[in-house]
C-alpha cells in the first residue's frame, strides 16, 4: 500500500529569485548560481528534487551553513516532521501524503524545508508538482507572495503541503461515504477488506498530520526573528487548518469504526435468518420424512399397512404435525 | 445525511438598531443604511443570509473594517468553530445543527459572528429562523437584551445556537431511548442501521460542541474590552450549557454502545436458541429413519422382516432411543 | 428508567435554626419566619421541598440577596453540578441518585444548596428524607454540627448526598457480584438485558459523581470567606470520598465489561458444543442412511439383494464407516 | 473472590522499641508500655492487629496526638491508599493483597501506618506475617534499619507491602503464562471463566496500586520534617517499584486482552471447521439420498426400474454427481 | 517468547582508553588496569559483560565511587529503564531487545550505563555485540566519536541501543505486512495465533521505549556538568529516535487491531457462505426427499400408485419444488 523507494539518483535544483518587482527562475540551475542570489535582499528559493544525491546535499549544506545533523536529517526520508531552530535559520521536516482515485493507495514522501532570513530551500524526493501552484502565484505577479518575505514563502510551501492532506481526507471520506451506502442498503455485496485499507491510509494520515500540528504550533509560538510578526496570522491560520484535517480523519475513523460494527452485526443478523430458515425447513420435513420411512418398512407383518384407509390417515397426520409445527414456530416468532 | 451544498447565490442584510428606547428595524437593507447607524452609540445588528455572496462580504469588510482572513473565514464554511480577537472586533465562527423529526438526518450550518463595540454582525448560509426568537425578544422591549450592549446581544445570538444543540441531542436522545425498549423487548424487529445514523447523528454534534466549549471558555476569560465584566457571568453560563451538551452528548454514546453490545448479545441468544432447536430434532430423528431406512431395504434375505413381532420390536427400539435422547438432552441443559 | 417528572406544585419550607445551645425548628415555615431568622449569629437552615413553585424561589431568592442567575439554576433541574462563588454566598448544584432493591431503577433528584456566612438554604425536588439524618443530628444536640458554623451543615448536607452515592453503588455492585455468579455457573439462565440496566445505572452515578468530584475539590480549595479554615479537613475527606465513589463505579463498569465478554465467549462455546453435536450425528448417520436408501430401491435386476449374506454384509460395511467415522472424530478431538 | 469480613474482636499491640544498639521487643504490650517508650530518642514501633477494636484505637489515638479523623481513617477498612500529613505525624492507608497458589482468589486488607518523628504505628486487620521480614532483620541487628530513623522504618514497612505485590501480580502473570500455552495450543480444554478471574485479580491489584503510586510520590516531594532527606532515595527507589508493578499489572491486561481475542478467533475457527464438515457432508450425500428414494418409490409404471442396466446406471450417475461437489468443493478451498 | 535466565557467572571486562590520538584496548582487563586509566583525561570505557557477578560489581562499585543502590539496580535485570543523577556520576538503564527472523521470538537484555566526566561503564547481561559497531568506530579513528568526551561514547552507546529497536520494529513490521497480505488474499491459511505472538512482541517493545523516551528526553533537559552543551543536540536527536519507534510500535499495533478485525470478519464472511450453502441445499432436497419417501411407503391401497402416469407427475411436481425454491432464494439475495 505504501510506496517509499522511489529515489532519483541525481538531484535537480530549481532557482527562483524575486522581490516585489523583479522574478528570476532558472530550471537546473547549478549550486552556483543559488549562491549567488544568497547575499541580495530578494527572496531566494531554491527547489531540490531528489533528496538522496548525497554530495549535492552536503555541498548546499556547506553553501548555506547548515549543521551537518540537518542534512542527515534532509536525507532521512523516514525523519517524523520536526521544526528544528539554529541561530541561522529553521528546519522543516514535513511528509507529502497523496491518495490514488480509489483510496486504495497512498503515497507519502519525506519534504524538508529550510527558511533563513532571505532564502529558502525545499527539498522533494521526487520531481513533484505540489509547489507548482506557488511558482504560478509568484509568476503571475499578484497574490501577495510576491510583497513578502522569505518566512511567507516558507507558509505558502508548507500550506500547499496540507491542502494535500486535505484533499487526501476527502477523498476517503468520499469513499467511505459511498462505502455507507453499500453497507447500509447492500451488505452482501461488501468487501470487507475495503475498511481495512481505508483504516490503513487514515492511520497513514495520521501519523502525517499529528506531528505537523506540533510543528505548526512552534514554528506559530517561536520567537525566533525569522518568523515576522505580521505573518504569524497566516501561521495561525495555518494550525487551524492542520486542526481541521485531524478533526475530519478522527470523525472519518469513528465512521468507519462504526461502519464496521454495522456491517458485522448486518452479517450476524443474515446468518440469523439463514439459520432460522434451515431450521424450520429441518424441523417440519424431518420427523414427516420419518414416518414415510417408517411404512416405508419391509415387515411382513405391519397392520396399518392393510387398513383399507390407513395411507389417508397417515398423510393427514403428517399434515397436522407439519401445521403444529409452523404454529409453534409463530409463536416464537420465527415467521 | 449531511446536506451541505445548499446556497444562496444573492445574500440578504436585515438589519435592527435599537437602545433601551429605541428601535429600528429595516428588512432587506442596503449596505449604506447599515453603515450609517455605525457610529451611533446605540447597538446595531446586521443580519447576514448567504455567505456565498463574496462581493457582498467584501463590501461589508471594508465597511466595517475586517481583515480580510475574515472574511474567507466568513466564507469558508468548512471552517472549525474558533474564537479570534482583532484590534477592533471579535470574530466567532460556529456551527448551526438542525436534527430532523426522526433523527436521521443532520443540517449543519456555518454561522459566523462579528462583535464590535456597539455592533454585531452575523452571518447565516440560508435564510433561517434561528435567530427569530432573539429579535422577537429585541421588538418586545421587555427582557435584558435591550438594556444591554453589544456583547450581551452576541451572546443571545450563541445563545440561541446552544439552545438548538440541546434540541438536536434531546431529539436524539429520545430516539436511542425508543430503540432501547425495543432492542430490550423485540429485537427481532430491530434495524440495526439506526444505531449506525444516531451515532454519526451525535459524531456531528460533538464536532460542534467541543470546540464551541474552547470558543465560550476563550470568550468568558478574554480579556478583550469588548466583552464587559458585568457580563461574563452569561458567558460562563454559556459555558455551562455547552459542557452540559457534551455530557449529553457522551451519555447518548456510551447508551449506544452499551444498546449494540445488548442487540448483538441477543443476537448471539436467538442463534443459540435456533441452533438448538434444529440440533435437537436431527439429532432425535436421524438415527430413527436411518433405522426406517435398514428395513425398508430388499434384501431377499433379512430374517428380522419375517419375525411375527419384528415391527412393533424395531418401534419400540425406536421409542427407546428418542427417549434416552431426550433424557440426554435434558440432561446438558438443551431442553 | 428514569424518572423526571414528578413535581411539587407547591413548595414547603422547613426552618431550623440553632447554635450550641439553642434549637428552634419550624415545619411549613413562611418566608417571613425564615428571614425573621437571617440576621442572628445562630445558624440557619431553610429546607425548601419542591423547585417548580417559581413565586416562592423569586420571593426567597430577594429576601436572600440572590442573584436572579441563581434562581434560575435552582429551578433548572437538569442543571449539572457546579459550585458559583457569589460575594456574599456560595451556590452548589448536586444530583441525588437512589437505587431501587434490584438495582434496575434509577431516580435522580437534583439538589441544591445555598451557603451564606450564617445561613444555607437547601432545595430538593421532592419531599425527600435524604436530610433527615443531618435533622436528627442536630436535634441531639450532640455530634459536632451543633458547635461549628455554616459551612460545616452545608458540609453535612453534601455529605449525606455522597453516602447516598455509596449506597448507590454499593446496591449496583451487590447485584453485579450476583450476576457474575449466575455467568460462571449458569450462562443459560442469564437475561443479558441486565448488563445493559446496569450500565445505565453506573452511567447516571458517573454523570453525577464526577462533576461532584470537581464541586468538592473547588470548595475545599475555594479561598472564599465562607470556608473557615478548620473545616477544610472536612471538605478534603469528602473529597476523599467521592474519589472513593469514582473509584467503586469505574471498577464495576470493568467487571461488568469483563462479564459481558466472558458471557459471549461462554455463548459462543456452548453454541460450538451444540454444532458439534449436530454435525457428529448428521456425519455419521447421513452416509448410512444413504446407503440404506440405495438398497431401498425397487430395480428389478439389482444383483447384491440376492445374495445370501447381502443383509449381514452390508450391516457390518455400515458399522465399518460408523466406526472409522468416530475415530476420526476422536483424532480431531470433536469426541 | 474478594474477602473482606475477617474481624478480630480484641487487638493485639506489637512493641519494638530499638536504636543502633539497644533493641526491646514485647509481644502483647499493653498501651501503657508503648506510651512509656515514646518519648525517648530510640525508634518506637506499635504494630497493632486488628483495627475494630475502636475503644483501642481511640485510647492509642489520645496517648499518640492523633486527630479524631485519623482514627476514623484506621477503622475505616474500605478506605482508599492516601498520604495525609499533620503537624505531628504523617499518615498513611495502604492496601495489602494476597494472591493464592491458583491466582482465583484475592484477599484484600487494610494496612495504616502513622509516621512520627522518633515512632511509628502499623494496623493490620488481622494477625498477619508481612511485616515479619522487617522485625526480622530489626532482630537479627544487621542491615541498614537499625541504624536509620523512624522514616526508614516506615519505607520497610511499605516495602514489604510493595513487594507483595510484585509476588501478587508474578503469580497472576505465570498463571496468565500457562493459559496461554493452553489457549494457543489446546483451545478446546481452555475455561474461559478463568480469565474473567485474572482480570478481576488485576483489577484488584490496579485499584491497588494506581493511589499506592500517588502515596509514595507525595511522600517522596514531602517537606515534611518527618522524611529525613538522606532517605528520599529509598522513597525514590519505592516509587519505581510501584510504577514497575503498574507497568506489570497493565502488561498482564494487555496479554490478557490479546489472548481472549486469540481465544475467541481460535473458537470461530474451529466453528468454520465443524460447519464446513457438515456443510460438506450433507450436500454430498442428500441429493444422492434423493435419487435413492425416488427409485425406491412404488408407482406400478416407472420404466427405468424394469431396464437391465437401470440399477448400475443409477450408481454411476450418483458417483459422478458425488465427484461433481467434491470437485466444487476443491475449488472453493473447503477442501 | 521471552528468555530472561542465561546468567554468565564470571564476569569479563573490556577496557578502551582513547583520546583523540591515543587507544588503548584491553580485552579481559582487571578491575587494577581499569582503574589506573580513570585519573587520565583521556576517555575511559570499561564494558562488563554479565551482571551477575555480584562480588566484580562492588568492587567496581567501591573503585568508581558508586552509591550501594547503583549497584543494585545494575544487577536488578527486571529494572525498568530510568536515569538517576548521582554527584559524580549519571545512571542508565536500558533493555536491549532482539528480534529473532521470524519475529516470534524476542530475548530482552538488561543494559545499564554509568557516565562519569572522562569515563562510562556499560554492563550486558550477556557478551554481546550492540556495541561492537561503537568500538569500530573507535577503533577506527574516524568519525566524531574520538574527538569527542565521554558523554558523546554515551550518547553513542545509547544511541546503539535504540537502533536496534528500530530493527526489531520493523522486523515485526515486515512480518506484520507479509500476514497483512495473507489475511486479505487467503484468510484459510492464516494463523491467529501468529496476531497474539506479534502482539506480544510489540508489547515487550513498548515496554522497553515508552520509559526509554522519559529517560533521554530527561538527560536532554538535565543541567548535570556531565552532559556538554554542545553534545545536547544529539540528545535531542536520540529522542526524535525514540518517538519515532513508539510512533512505529503504535502504527504497527493499529495495523495489527485492524488485521484482525478484518479476519474475524472475513471468518465471518466465510461462515455466512458456508451455511447459505448448506441452507440452500438442505431446503431444496429435504421437501422432495419427504415426497420421495411418502411414495415408498408400503399401504395396499395407494391410488397414486397404480396411475398410469403417477411417476411422472411427482417427478414434475418435484420439478416445480426445487425451481420455486431457488427463485425464492434468488430473490433473498442468497444465490
Known amino acids: 500500500m505504501f510506496v517509499g523507494e522511489r529515489k532519483l539518483e541525481t538531484a535537480s535544483l530549481h532557482l527562483i529569485d524575486f522581490d516585489h518587482d523583479s522574478l528570476n527562475e532558472v530550471v537546473g540551475a547549478t549550486l552556483g548560481q543559488c549562491l549567488h542570489h544568497l547575499p541580495s535582499p530578494t527572496v531566494t528559493w531554491v527547489n ?14 556547506q553553501g548555506f551553513g547548515l549543521h551537518p545533523m540537518t542534512c542527515e536529517d534532509i536525507a532521512n526520508t523516514s525523519q517524523r516532521p ?9 528546519f522543516v521536516a514535513m511528509k507529502m501524503l497523496e491518495v490514488d482515485e480509489t483510496a486504495q493507495q497512498v503515497k507519502i514522501e519525506h519534504v524538508s524545508l529550510i527558511l533563513g532570513d532571505t532564502w529558502v530551500l525545499s527539498f522533494l524526493e521526487d ?3 505540489v509547489f507548482e ?14 510583497g513578502h518575505g522569505a518566512d511567507f514563502l516558507a507558509f505558502c510551501l508548507m500550506d500547499a503541503v496540507v491542502d494535500h492532506y486535505f484533499l487526501a481526507v476527502e477523498r476517503i471520506g468520499d469513499r467511505i461515504e459511498m462505502f455507507d451506502d453499500h453497507v447500509l442498503n447492500d451488505p452482501g455485496q461488501v468487501e470487507i477488506q475495503e475498511i481495512h485499507r481505508f483504516k490503513r491510509g487514515l492511520l497513514a494520515l495520521r501519523r502525517a498530520v499529528w506531528p505537523m500540528r506540533e510543528v505548526v504550533a512552534a514554528i506559530a509560538k517561536s520567537e525566533s526573528d525569522l518568523i515576522r510578526t505580521d505573518s504569524r496570522v ?18 472519518s475513523r469513528d465512521t468507519l469504526a462504526s461502519l464496521h460494527d454495522t456491517y ?18 429441518s424441523t417440519i420435513f424431518i420427523p414427516l420424512t420419518f414416518i414415510a420411512g417408517v411404512y416405508g418398512m419391509n415387515f411382513q407383518y405391519m397392520p396399518e399397512l392393510t387398513w383399507r384407509m390407513g395411507y389417508f390417515v397417515v398423510l393427514a397426520v403428517m399434515l397436522v404435525i407439519a401445521l403444529l409445527l409452523v404454529v409453534w414456530f409463530r409463536r416464537r416468532g420465527w415467521l
Open 127 to 129: 520531481e513533484g508538482d
Open 264 to 281: 458485522l452485526s448486518s452479517l450476524s443478523n443474515r446468518m440469523n435468518e439463514v439459520m432460522k430458515t434451515l431450521t424450520i425447513i
Open 82 to 90: 520536526k521544526w528544528d531552530e539554529f541561530p541561522n535559520y529553521g
Open 133 to 146: 501552484s506557488v511558482r504560478a502565484r509568484i509568476r503571475s505577479a499578484s497574490g501577495r507572495v510576491r
Open 48 to 61: 531540490v528534487s531528489g533528496v538522496h544525491d548525497v554530495a549535492l546535499i552536503e555541498a548546499l549544506g
Open 234 to 251: 497566516f501561521w495561525r491560520d495555518l494550525y487551524d487548518h492542520t486542526v481541521q484535517v485531524i478533526d475530519m480523519v478522527e470523525t
